[in-house]
């Protein structure tokens, strides 16, 4: 068994390498720049939604078992999720994922490079779209399983409410951004904010108390992401050693986009999904509503809420014992699925 799953991961490697030969010029904007820089053991290439956006993907041969597709949430970026995908790889599944427009190492569509930045999470579907398009993930045989962190997960929930729906067998969400974590008041006052700067044009500005730091360039003490110091350094030092990578605090248009992707998703009809999904809250977590997710949850049937206890906003990069229950949930959920 062990030479068989060598041998197969050997030949998916070697389709992979074709796929990008034969595929990569095309996905270059001129003077056809070289592939991006990914981590070690992925191969790079990237992905044109449109004409003035590059996306950097990256992907990791698995061993035939499935093909996971990583959703990142705001102001992230893939090389982030390097230990993630060990986890992945180690249970036989390939990995793709990407950095959203305006985030990671694909296009700044903003002035300011540090601006978290969007006129519309539609331009994120459009994202998605393409990379699936893509002839190199066309081209990868077995189920595929959405895996959507924060806004990724919101972002995700959209896709598969639509036509996307037919290519995933299932889906894993932590801490969806279903809501926005802020108190009725000062909800309601962003709400009219944001709308507002964008209706004068001025949704390129930095929300009110934003800062242009990333949330890993900040003091690990008092953080919103995790409470593990250690992979909190691991985000810091990713920045530290590559600062191209790092946005901070949202725009007004973000913002807004924000609230009406989180209305548009609220007024769904129940069971609009049919697919079972995994779903988790953080206890503590203080970016994402949980109670939302509560409500969303309840509309799908099918799904699965699971709270992780002394969590803050990222599961996944949380303590060791934190993210033993977020991988026996998900292990568990994988063999009901028989993925």
Known sequence: MRRFSL???????????????????????????????????????WVQPDQRVRLRAAFWPGSGRGFVILLQGRAEFLDKYVEAVG???????????FDWRGQGLSTRQAADRRLGYVEDFKEFQQDLQAVL???LVLEIAGPKLMVGHSMGGAIGVEALGGPLR????????TAPMLGISLEPGVERLARRLSARFVRIKLGQRRAFGQ?????????????????????????????????????GGPSWAWLAAAFREIDALAARPRESLGLPCLVFTCER???????????????EPLSRLV????????????????????????DGYLGERGL
């Open 211 to 247: 800062e242009r730091r990333s949330g890993a360039e900040r003091p690990f003490e008092n953080n919103s992401l995790t409470s593990d110091e250690r992979r909190f350094n691991v985000m810091a030092q990713l920045l530290k050693a590559n600062p191209e990578l790092a946005i």
């Open 7 to 45: 041998i197969r991961q050997a030949a998916q490697a070697r389709a992979i390498a074709g796929a990008l030969r034969r595929h990569g010029r095309e996905q270059r904007s001129p003077p056809y720049a070289p592939e991006p820089t990914v981590p070690e053991g992925a191969e790079g290439f």
């Open 87 to 97: 986890e992945w790889r180690a249970r036989g599944f390939a990995v793709l994922a």
């Open 166 to 173: 037919e290519r995933f067998a299932g889906a894993v969400f």
């Open 133 to 135: 398009d893509h002839p």
């Open 285 to 299: 977590d203080t970016v994402v509503q949980n109670a939302a997710i509560d409500v969303w949850a309840e509309r």
């Open 307 to 330: 709270n992780l206890l002394d969590c803050r906003h990222d599961a996944w990069m949380e303590s060791d014992a934190i993210r033993q229950k977020l991988w026996r949930e998900i």
